[in-house]
C-alpha cells in the first residue's frame, strides 16, 4: 500500500470516532437548546393564564389555532405540598382538532389564588414539530460531517502529496538508476531540509555505487586479459604432451580432463572479457543488421549441431522485416545466446519458437516450470545447470540490452518458457 493511501486510512479510522463523538455532543447540546425553549414557552403560556385567572379575566381559548392546551384542577394542600412548583415532561396527548394523539411537552405547576385555594396548570404543547426539525438536523449534521471528513482527507491527501513531490522525485530517480550509465544527478529542487539531506546522500551513495562498479568492471578486464596469456600457454603445453609424450591411457584420460577443463576456463574468461567491453562501451562502431537473417542462419547452424541429436524442432516464423542499428558483432552474440540458451535448455524432443515482429524477436522453447524472473538475467545465475554452460549466456544478453536501452523480458507462457527483446 503508498504511504498516502495509508496515512488517508489511518486519518480516517482517527476521525472518524473524533468526528461522531463531536457530532453526537452538538445534537444533544441542540436538542437542549430546543427543549429549553420549548420549556421558556410553555412557563411564559403558563404564567399568562394563571395571571388572568387571578386578576378575573377571561382565560386563553383553547382553539385559537396554536394546539395548545391546558387544564386547571384544584387540589389540597397536602398534594400541592408533595408536588414541585414546577414540572417538565414529555408524553402523548389527544388533539381534538386532529382527532389523533401526538407527542408533547407538558409542564405542570401548582399555584393557589387570594383565598388560598390550591390549584395543579397542566400546560401541553405538541411537538411533532419539534421532532421533525430534530430529525432534520440529524440528518443535516450526518451528511454535514461526513463531508466535513471527506474534504478534510482530501485537502491532507493534497497537502501531503505537493509536500512529498522531493521524495517521489527521489523514488522516481532512484528507479531509473542504473550503475555504469549516464545517470541524470540527484533532483534537488527542494527547501526542506530533511529532504535535502536524504538528497544528498542518495548522491553519495550512488557515487559510492559507481566507484565501485568501475574498479569492479576494471579488475574483471584486467583479470580477464592478464589470463589470456598464461591459459593460452598451459593449453599450448598440454597439446605438446598429448603430441610428443607417450603416456598411458590413465595419463591421458587425466591431460584429456584437463585440457576441457582449460576450455572451459577460457571461455568463461573471454565471457567476462566480452562482458567488460560492454559495460565499458568499447563497441562503438554500428550499422544497419538484419535481425531476421541473423536469425535464419543461426537457427540453420543450431540446427545441425542439436536438432538431430536430441530431436529439437525449431520453428521461425518473421512476421515483420527487422533491421535495427547496432553493433553487428553485438547483434550476432545477441541472436546466438538467445538461441543457444533455447537449443541447450529444451527437453529431448522439444519445440523451438522463434518470432521476428515489428521491432521485436521472441525465442520460445518448452519447458517443465517457470525459472526464476528476478535473478535470470543474473550472472553466473543458472536454473539447471548443464555441461559447458558460463551462466552467462542471459547475462551478456542483458548487458547488450541494457547497452541499447532495448527491452528484455522473461515469460512462462502455456509451458514455454519465451524470451523477447524489444527495440524501441
Not at 562501451?281 to 542462419?297: H, L, M, W
Request: negative net charge; contains cysteine.
Amino acid at each position: 500500500m503508498k504511504l498516502i493511501y495509508r496515512i488517508a486510512l489511518r486519518l480516517s479510522l482517527a476521525l472518524l470516532p473524533i468526528m461522531a463523538i463531536w457530532a453526537a455532543v452538538f445534537y444533544f447540546m441542540l436538542v437542549d437548546e430546543i427543549n429549553d425553549e420549548s420549556d421558556d414557552a410553555l412557563e411564559n403560556y403558563s404564567e399568562l393564564i394563571i395571571s388572568r385567572m387571578l386578576s378575573g379575566r377571561a382565560l386563553p381559548p383553547l382553539n385559537d389555532g396554536s394546539n395548545n392546551s391546558y387544564t386547571i384542577v384544584p387540589v389540597d394542600e397536602e398534594y400541592a405540598a408533595g408536588h414541585a412548583s414546577i414540572e417538565y415532561y414529555d408524553a402523548e396527548i389527544f388533539i381534538p382538532e386532529k382527532h389523533e394523539t401526538e407527542p408533547a411537552r407538558i409542564m405542570t405547576t401548582v399555584f393557589s389564588d387570594n383565598d388560598g385555594i390550591f390549584y395543579e396548570l397542566k400546560v401541553a404543547m405538541p411537538t411533532f414539530e419539534r421532532e421533525d426539525l430534530i430529525k432534520s438536523i440529524l440528518y443535516s449534521m450526518v451528511t454535514l460531517y461526513l463531508l466535513l471528513m471527506v474534504t478534510i482527507i482530501a485537502v491532507t491527501i493534497l497537502v501531503f502529496y505537493r509536500s512529498m513531490r522531493p521524495l517521489y522525485a527521489l523514488l522516481a530517480w532512484l528507479d531509473g538508476f542504473s550503475p555504469g550509465r549516464h545517470n541524470a544527478p540527484v533532483p534537488d529542487n527542494t527547501d526542506i531540509d530533511e529532504f535535502r539531506r536524504l538528497n544528498s546522500a542518495a548522491q553519495r551513495a550512488a557515487e559510492r555505487t559507481e566507484k565501485l562498479f568501475e574498479q569492479q568492471k576494471q579488475f574483471i578486464g584486467n583479470a580477464s586479459h592478464e589470463l589470456q596469456t598464461p591459459l593460452a600457454v598451459i593449453g599450448n603445453r598440454l597439446e605438446w604432451l598429448l603430441d610428443n609424450t607417450n603416456p598411458d591411457r590413465t595419463q591421458t584420460d587425466e591431460l584429456l580432463k584437463m585440457q576441457k577443463t582449460l576450455r572451459h576456463i577460457v571461455k568463461l574468461n573471454r565471457t567476462l572479457l566480452l562482458l567488460t567491453r560492454i559495460d565499458n562501451g568499447q563497441f562503438p562502431e554500428s550499422s544497419q543488421v538484419d535481425i531476421a537473417a541473423t536469425v535464419g542462419s543461426e537457427v540453420e547452424t543450431y540446427d545441425e549441431i542439436y536438432a538431430q541429436a536430441h530431436g529439437l524442432t525449431c520453428r521461425v516464423a518473421i512476421d515483420a522485416p527487422l533491421t535495427v542499428c547496432m553493433n553487428e558483432s553485438l547483434a550476432l552474440t545477441l541472436v546466438t545466446n538467445l538461441l543457444k540458451n533455447a537449443y541447450v535448455h529444451s527437453p529431448e524432443n522439444g519445440n523451438i519458437e522463434v518470432t521476428v515482429g515489428r521491432r521485436t524477436l521472441t525465442v520460445a522453447n518448452d519447458g517443465a516450470a517457470p525459472l526464476d524472473a528476478e535473478h535470470i538475467f543474473d550472472r553466473f545465475h543458472q536454473g539447471a545447470k548443464k555441461e559447458g554452460s558460463t551462466g552467462l549466456g542471459l547475462a551478456i544478453v542483458s548487458a547488450i540490452c541494457r547497452y541499447y536501452n532495448l527491452g528484455i523480458r522473461y515469460r512462462f507462457v502455456d509451458g514455454k518458457h519465451t524470451f523477447t527483446v524489444t527495440w524501441p
